[in-house]
């Protein structure tokens, strides 16, 4: 069979169903779980109460999978007792048909202030400091602190993350699949290539294959570069077309219940010159390496740092200096697909079993061409377990 090449995209499309066994949803039990251990790291903080507002966060701790606007949407979460959801009236009813945990509601009117409300249920509950989600706009920051004079404002970074970072077995599950998804996805778009296909064309199928499977709304985004465009991390503007001996690097994902996928594969359509053959193979060695550094209580920084010293032994670097890695090795992945902590010099925190990282130590060769594999894993009691199998060759994505 082909790698690369020998295929179409109505026919990989038309094989293309549902997935079969789809992840279990986070019940409403665990949100609750997540709930009390919130509120428990409030109170190491010295916190009377949170405010998270639309967004990753408000799904993860009550199942309301919005996105924010200019309307604050918002759960108020005391140190204890039960959350109290801030919405505005006319979205009561699709509210309370995503809502996940119980919750008291204060709705407020189009001409009323959202912020008034909010400062009102925070003298009700006798709150003299708050931790504001750190994803809250400056705006909604500034029309809060002026609607509750006299409550201290800080930081809830520590509660959030300290909440996200680790994530359940029904979290592993739900990323396993997305990451499943989106793997398949990368090896039928490989089959669809021809010389002259277009990057939009390509980006184009992935969507809609990622649509068949299932995702929640198809690709979560989608990078297609070819060439030269794939020596820029985030590739160039416009559009590339294919040719013969052109390096291929996909970087896409999907999401499954909110929880993100994010895979990169790099392969040559035709035949590979030496010296890609050659960067490809470090970049491997380096991926593997950070991988095999994982263990509980590493610092994350360390592996990093022990991706950089492969590349730099076989000349690149040192640091972000090009040819080299220009970026950090990996980040967190999971409701975000960017999420704390991070794989970057700097992020101390130790790692433990449940975290889950991208591991995508890139190699540029400026002018010429990017080489980088991502695959993501997650920390166990002893190590470190892929969700995806790292690509095996430059001329086999999957």
């Not at 026919?11 to 779980?33: D, K, N, Q, S, Y």
């Amino acid at each position: 069979m082909a790698f690369i090449g020998g295929s179409t995209a109505e026919r990989e499309l038309a094989e293309l169903a549902p997935w079969p066994h789809p992840a279990a949803p986070i019940t409403r039990e665990e949100r609750e779980a997540r709930l009390a251990k919130a509120q428990g790291l409030m109170a190491g903080i010295g916190a009377d109460a949170m405010i998270v507002g639309a967004g990753a966060s408000l799904r993860y701790f009550a199942g309301v999978g919005w996105s924010a606007t200019e309307r604050l949407v918002a759960m108020v979460l005391p140190r204890s007792g039960e959350p109290i959801m801030i919405c505005p009236r006319f979205e009561e009813g699709s509210l309370l048909a995503s809502l996940g945990i119980e919750a008291a509601l204060r709705l407020w009117e189009e001409h009323e202030s959202p912020y008034d409300l909010t400062g009102q249920v925070l003298h009700d509950l006798g709150a003299r400091s708050l931790a504001v989600d750190p994803a809250l706009t400056f705006v909604m920051f500034d029309r809060l602190r002026i609607a509750a004079p006299g409550v201290e404002m800080t930081s809830a970074e520590a509660v959030i993350d300290g909440c996200r970072m680790v994530k359940s077995a029904a979290e592993l599950a739900l990323m396993a699949q997305a990451k499943a998804m989106t793997l398949e996805v990368h090896r039928r778009a490989a089959r669809i290539l021809r010389e002259g296909i277009t990057t939009a064309e390509v980006r184009r199928f992935i969507d809609q294959a990622h649509r068949a499977l299932g995702a929640d709304d198809g690709s979560s985004f989608c990078a297609v570069q070819f060439g030269e465009a794939s020596a820029y991390p985030h590739g160039l503007p416009g559009e590339q077309t294919l040719k013969d001996g052109d390096l291929v690097l996909i970087d896409t994902g999907c999401r499954v219940q909110g929880y993100n996928s994010d895979i990169t594969r790099t392969y040559v359509f035709g035949a590979p010159t030496q010296e890609m053959v050659r960067i490809w193979e470090i970049e491997k060695k380096a991926q593997a390496a950070a991988f095999a550094a994982v263990k509980p209580g590493v610092p994350c920084e360390e592996i990093d740092a022990v991706a950089r010293r492969v590349l730099e032994a076989e000349g690149f670097g040192p640091d972000y200096r090009l040819p080299g890695l220009p970026h950090r090795t990996g980040h967190g992945i999971g409701l975000s697909v960017h999420e704390a902590p991070y794989l970057v010099r700097g992020d101390r925190t130790p790692l433990q079993p449940g975290m889950c990282f991208s591991n995508e130590p890139m190699i540029v060769m400026p002018g010429a061409f990017g080489i980088r594999l991502e695959d993501h894993f997650h920390v166990t009691e002893t190590g470190a377990a892929w969700f995806t199998e790292p690509q095996p060759a430059i001329d086999r994505p999957v």
